[in-house]
């Protein structure tokens, strides 16, 4: 069983042993670099998490973590999909699916009509991932891919 959670600043070590984590295993998969965040103290994860707008996901299984996304209003009806990141050892199971549904279902919520990303144009996995949930390229330039979801309609 998966539980898709949202996380706030109290809960910055989860968010940071997450993320942290993520750019450990997953280093290809993101742009960010563990130098940037490995040294970051409490003051640096709380501001993350308390991006104005922003929405933080936490995906736990048998209540360990194993993965994490987050919403970032970006205007003009846009809403910016962040940070997704499965651990291996949960991919496959529809992790990764749960928690951009989940921040879908806030964009919408919050009356956004497109809900974007960038992906590093060789991370086949999460391209297929964004496919097969609905998003379509709007930009390539060899190096990333911005992909975007209309939701209103």
């Known amino acids: 069983m998966v ?16 993320r942290l984590a993520a750019l450990t295993r997953s280093p290809e998969a993101f742009r960010s670099r563990l130098a940037d ?7 640096q994860w ?4 308390t991006l104005p707008g922003a929405h933080n996901l936490v995906a736990e299984r048998d209540g360990a973590p194993v993965g994490l996304a987050r919403g970032v209003p970006a205007g003009d009806g846009v809403v910016e999909l962040h940070s997704v990141w499965v651990h291996p050892d949960a991919r496959g199971c529809g992790v ?3 928690l951009v ?6 964009a919408r919520g919050r009356g956004a ?3 974007r990303l960038g992906v590093l144009a060789d ?8 496919r097969r949930l609905g998003f379509a ?17």
């Open 123 to 130: 991370n086949d996995g999460a391209v297929a991932l964004y």
């Open 46 to 49: 709380r501001e993350r998490l």
């Open 101 to 106: 549904e989940a921040v879908e279902t806030w």
């Open 137 to 153: 390229a709007t930009e390539d330039d060899g190096r990333e891919i911005v992909m975007a979801k209309r939701l209103d309609g």
């Open 3 to 18: 539980d898709v959670r949202v996380v706030g600043a109290d809960e910055w070590p989860l968010w940071r042993d997450v």
């Open 96 to 98: 990764g699916a749960r």
């Open 113 to 115: 009509r497109t809900l």
């Open 37 to 43: 965040w490995a040294h970051g103290g409490e003051r």
